[in-house]
Nanobody, 125 residues
Framework: QVQLVESGGGLVQAGGSLRVSCAAS????????VGWFRQAPGKEREFVAG????????YFAESVKGRFTISKDNAKNTVYLQMNSLKPEDAAAYYC??????????????????WGQGTQVTVSS
């Protein structure tokens, strides 16, 4: 079983950048897909980005494509979400999740059994 801890959230002005991290403990991310999801007040949790640990293949929601990148550090067993050109609508609690979803479900929160506690991202206009 893997435990996930997010960090790096905070307050940033619109147009600015922020990087959030997801560190694993208990086991490595090997063989897992790591996804980032976000949830704003009153809204459903939505997929943001994902990375397949073994292959490094990444994928993104259309709303963040070209602005966000996802990467991994094998030595630190950590996944990063770099967020650039942030918009007020990006403000949310950001969660990382780990699992072994099939490709067709890799953007679905229900496909990920392991979750972090979340980190808040606030974007001021």
């Amino acid at each position: 079983q893997v435990q996930l801890v997010e960090s790096g959230g905070g307050l940033v002005q619109a147009g600015g950048s922020l990087r959030v991290s997801c560190a694993a403990s208990g086991r490595t991310f090997r063989d897992y897909t790591v996804g980032w999801f976000r949830q704003a007040p009153g809204k459903e949790r939505e997929f943001v980005a994902g990375i397949r640990w073994n292959s490094g293949i990444t994928y993104f929601a259309e709303s963040v494509k070209g602005r966000f990148t996802i990467s991994k550090d094998n030595a630190k067993n950590t996944v990063y979400l770099q967020m650039n050109s942030l918009k007020p609508e990006d403000a949310a609690a950001y969660y990382c999740a780990a699992g072994r979803p099939i490709t067709s479900e890799s953007r679905m929160a229900r496909a990920y059994p392991y979750w972090g506690q979340g980190t808040q991202v606030t974007v001021s206009s």
